[in-house]
């Protein structure tokens, strides 16, 4: 199908592009991006008149729930809210069940991704067998099968010698390691922050020293490997100072943050809110202050969803007993463009965390407007005025903290491979 998005506000971040141009496309691709295209002949014309056009958004963390888990969610349904949050491309973590350790797991996911064709799901590998941190998983296997990067999930590898052979497996294969941050002693037994607020509410404290120690370990490994290494959802202030030191002497590391760490912090507890219960737990207000300041420097690379759908069981009960995670794919571009409306962030880098940075983090062409690129596009509405409801989420977990914050630059459009695959009501 031939399509034209005609009078919208085109913005790439990837070519500093932010002017009101017609984007054509066919078969699958952009073919111009133009005031007119004389010969082109449109089956599809899309007004975009007040509207913005971007890339389709890039998700660097977004748990599906299948295999293993189809009962709280699936491909199907996971896939159709990140098409409704204008995300085209998200990545997997490994700790689906079965584990993503083999060619079969890579395949069977990548086979009901296609078949639902709403985004691109792309996998990362386990780095180590079943994610249990002893024996080395077959990263070559899972590079031919199609993994972007190899993790062990939430999982940390305890031993420093096993974690040091892993990324110089990876690093000879020059894959990407992406890591959670955790020291596993210092967060056991854990729900929160450690400071005020826990000991207020009596819950037993994570310090940030759970994650500033890990990172300090996995920087010394990355710097005596030389791996490629991407930090995964970054909460503390100290860590983005380690990070933003490493990459100073130039060691080759990237780092994200989720939307959630950078709107809430400890305080945001309440009474024993479950559905901010989450891992890492949300800090303080000045470190909720310096990720937003890590960002605007360009320390940390993107945002991500780091979305984690739940059953509605899995936040009731005592705070300590409920699961961590919250349902991010519908509000990632909402808390992305809410730092832009509170002055934290222009326009084009916001819109830059959510594309091309996580792509080129990945190393795809992706998160991109340029001819010849696939046509992986989302249309937003700027002046558009919504409150967050999630029990209408198309994602199955409508376990979000989020529930009546008014919101901002809603998804009209998105289109995958050329493919109207969202449109708002």
């Known amino acids: 199908m031939k399509i034209r998005i005609s009078n919208g506000r085109v913005i790439d971040p990837a070519s500093q592009l932010d002017n009101g141009l017609d984007v054509f496309i066919d078969d699958s691709k952009i073919v111009a991006i133009a005031e007119q295209m004389s010969d082109f002949h449109a089956d599809m014309t899309i ?61 069977l996911i990548e086979d009901r991704a296609k078949k639902a064709g709403r985004t691109m799901v792309l ?35 305890k031993n420093s010698v096993v974690l040091k052979r892993a990324m110089e497996y990876a690093a000879s294969l020059d894959l990407t390691v992406f890591i959670n941050p955790a020291d596993p002693w210092l967060q056991s037994g854990g729900c929160v922050h450690e400071g005020t607020v826990s000991t207020r509410l009596g819950l037993a404290g994570i310090p940030e020293s759970a994650e500033t120690i890990a990172v300090s ?11 490629r290494a991407h930090f995964h959802s970054l909460s503390s202030g100290k860590a983005v100072r380690l990070i933003r030191e490493a990459q100073s002497r130039g060691l080759p590391v990237t780092a994200d943050v989720s939307a959630h760490h950078l709107h809430l912090c400890e305080h945001d507890l309440g009474n ?21 300041q890590g960002l605007r420097e360009g320390v940390i690379n993107a945002i991500s969803s780091h979305h984690q759908p739940l059953d509605n069981d899995a936040k009731l009960g005592p705070f300590a ?38 792509a080129e983090i990945l190393g795809l062409e992706a998160g991109q407007l340029k001819v010849g690129s696939l046509a992986d596009i989302c249309i937003i509405d700027p002046e558009s005025q919504f409150e967050c409801q999630p029990r209408q989420f198309l994602s199955a977990g409508k376990n979000s903290p989020f529930s009546g914050w008014l919101f901002s630059h809603q998804v009209c459009h998105t289109l995958f491979e050329g493919k109207l695959v969202y449109q708002r009501n």
């Open 47 to 107: 007004d975009a008149s007040g509207m913005i056009v971007c890339p389709g958004l890039v998700d660097l963390s977004a748990r599906l729930r299948e295999p293993g888990q189809e009962h709280t969610a699936t491909i199907h349904s996971e896939t159709l809210a990140a098409a409704a949050g204008g995300i085209t491309t998200l990545c997997v973590p490994p700790d689906t069940d079965p584990v993503i350790d083999t060619a079969a797991v890579v395949e």
């Open 123 to 157: 996998t990362i590998g386990a780095l180590t067998q079943k994610l249990q941190g002893e024996l080395l998983a077959e990263m070559a296997a899972l590079k031919a099968a199609g993994c972007i990067g190899v993790s062990n999930g939430l999982s940390v590898i």
């Open 217 to 227: 370990r996995d920087l010394i490994l990355i710097e005596q490997t030389g791996v």
């Open 272 to 292: 024993y809110d479950s559905l901010s219960h989450v891992l890492p737990p949300l800090r303080s207000l000045r470190d909720r202050e310096q990720l937003q």
């Open 321 to 358: 007993e409920t699961q961590p995670g919250i349902s991010g794919l519908e509000t990632l571009l909402p808390l992305t463009m809410k730092l832009v409306e509170d002055d934290e962030l222009p326009l084009i880098d916001a819109l830059a965390a959510i594309t091309c940075r996580p």
